[in-house]
């Protein structure tokens, strides 16, 4: 079992940024892809970033592409999304997720271990 607990989010105006952490427990974490997605309300949850084991390899959604950078550190278990230029369609809970498979495939499968979230808003 992973255990991943999310913190960083909070409310923020446009153009500003906010940096979300995601702390591991349990098993090793550098064994598993980390992955950030998020849920708007009245949406569907969405694939926001990927990134690999070794943090060599990442992948983005198109809407955050430029904006938000996604990375982790092995020494501490833990995973970050550092966003920036902030824009209200951005307003959704955003949940850490790790995955025993490819990287490649964390926007399309279901992940292995999912945090509780973090609500992040912003204002226009």
């Known amino acids: 079992q992973v255990q991943l607990v999310e913190s960083g989010g909070g409310l923020v105006q446009a153009g500003g940024s906010l940096r979300l952490s995601c702390a591991a427990s349990g098993r090793t974490f550098s064994n598993y892809c980390m992955g950030w997605f998020r849920q708007a309300p009245g949406k569907e949850r969405e694939f926001v970033a990927a990134?690999?084991?070794?943090?060599?390899?990442?992948y983005y959604a198109d809407s955050v592409k430029g904006r938000f950078t996604i990375s982790r550190d092995n020494a501490k278990n833990t995973g970050y999304l550092q966003m920036n230029s902030l824009r209200p369609e951005d307003t959704a809970v955003y949940y850490c997720?790790?995955?025993?498979?490819?990287?490649?495939?964390?926007?399309?499968?279901?992940?292995?271990?999912w945090g509780q979230g973090t609500q992040v808003s912003v204002s226009s």
């Open positions: 997720a790790a995955d025993s498979g490819f990287v490649g495939y964390m926007a399309t499968r279901e992940p292995d271990y």
């Open positions: 990134i690999s084991r070794t943090g060599g390899t990442t």
